[in-house]
């Protein structure tokens, strides 16, 4: 065991370790890039037509089958089928099939959670504005939006903890895949490859791990005064119902 | 790997025709991991789950460490457990498999055991005791009865969960339909047949499995036909 945990120490202290082509910081700018552009993606495509839906109070029964649709597909077999529709159409394996496949996973957690989040704004509160005499536009972005971030937050947190999950599978593909590189190459090596095995899954929790905790100071930021953010235990059943 | 365009038919049916055992056994496995794992994990979860109501403070630091289990990623899990534990023989990669399994059980499976052991109304139990019920009486008999509806809701997640994730532990040489998935993308040109049928396999395994559990679940509970 100790012997072990010392190749691990001296794996990190190799030449070009930190810096090289191939080294951690290298690898977590990647990871990092491979899990924020999807996100970005699926936020931009997957909120308006979620959030207008949810004002309408229409569609909850393809809400549901997304939802339903979603959890039944393995994240792992969704990446390798995009992988091969990609190299059929004479594309590289490298960055895209993952974006694909994590654009694809992050959408129903974001979806769902803004539509419920708008569709399941209190009736009452949503009568007084329109007797107010608000128009449709003020209730969406002055009641329902405010009301509902919290859960639209929580959303796109579940979709990032899954996007984060699936990235280190993308270095099954190819040389991608961020910190996941280092366990796939370990793992395809034996027991000789069980310190960068370990290693690399070292660096993907703690990465996670620190993603996960600076969005909810973000959430907190964003959130708007008087609006109680979900705690983390709520988030994450929520996590796993979605 | 080499990768090339090539003009492979996309799925070929004679295939599957020659590999129906082959299938049939990587079915199987894939089967018996996921039962292992949903085994083990509900176990673990009802203890915690009782743990956690019969001592409160307990609940934040159960719910907390299970969430902490779920966000780490799978591929993660297994790399962690896997140099400890070995991945040199069958047991050993099936016990590296199942850790990681098993701890993404938990939260959920917790969470619905918690969400329904605390419904089931005050009276109802205060009416048990009175009869006499011990206290674990009151547990087999009348909580986990009334709790049934949502803590099934809560194993069929789970299950559609560990199918997909099974699909992972094929990274650490385990057989299971993850096998055929990265099997078709190993080969020299990627196979898609292998991969098509991977993938379908393991969705049609999660929806049966939801469906049984679904179906099981109103039979066990009838009463509560219209919750679930």
Known sequence: MIDFLGQVVMWFMEEGRWLGPDGIVPRTVEHLWLAALPMGIAIIVATPVAVWLGHRRIGEFSVNAVVNVGRAIPSFGLLILAAVFFVRAGAGLEFWPAVVTLVALAIPPIFTNAYTAIANAPAGTVEAARGMGLTEREILWRVEVPIGEPVILAGIRISLIQVLATVPLAAVLASGGGLGQYVVRGFAQGTPGRAEVFAGAVLIAILTLVVDWLFTRVERALLPPGVRRLSDTEVRAAAAIS | ?228
């Open chain 2, 1 to 228: 790997m080499t990768v090339v365009a090539q003009e492979r038919p996309f799925f070929d049916w004679s295939w599957v025709v020659r590999n129906v055992d082959q299938i049939w056994e990587q079915t199987l496995e894939h089967l018996s991991l996921t039962g292992f794992a949903l085994g083990v994990g509900l176990v673990i979860s009802i203890l915690l789950a009782v743990l956690a109501l019969t001592r409160p403070r307990t609940y934040e630091p159960i719910a907390s460490v299970s969430g902490l289990l779920y966000t780490i990623p799978s591929l993660a899990v297994f790399a962690l457990v896997a140099p400890i534990v070995g991945i040199g023989t069958f047991a050993e990669k099936f016990v590296t498999a199942e850790v990681a399994l098993v701890s993404y059980t938990l939260l959920i499976l917790v969470r619905n055991i918690v969400t329904g052991l605390r419904g089931v109304p005050a009276e109802t139990k205060e009416a048990a005791v009175g009869m006499g019920y011990t206290p674990g009486q009151v547990l087999r008999q009348i909580e986990m009865p009334l709790a049934l509806p949502v803590i099934v809701a809560g194993v069929r997640i789970a299950t559609v969960t560990v199918v997909g994730l099974v699909t992972v532990t094929s990274l650490l040489g385990l057989g299971g339909l993850g096998f055929f998935i990265l099997n078709g993308l190993r080969k020299s040109i990627i196979f898609p047949t292998e991969i098509i049928v991977g993938v379908l396999l393991s969705v049609l395994l999660a929806a049966l499995l939801d469906v049984g559990l679904l179906w099981l679940g109103r039979r066990l509970a009838p009463w509560a036909k219209a919750r679930t």
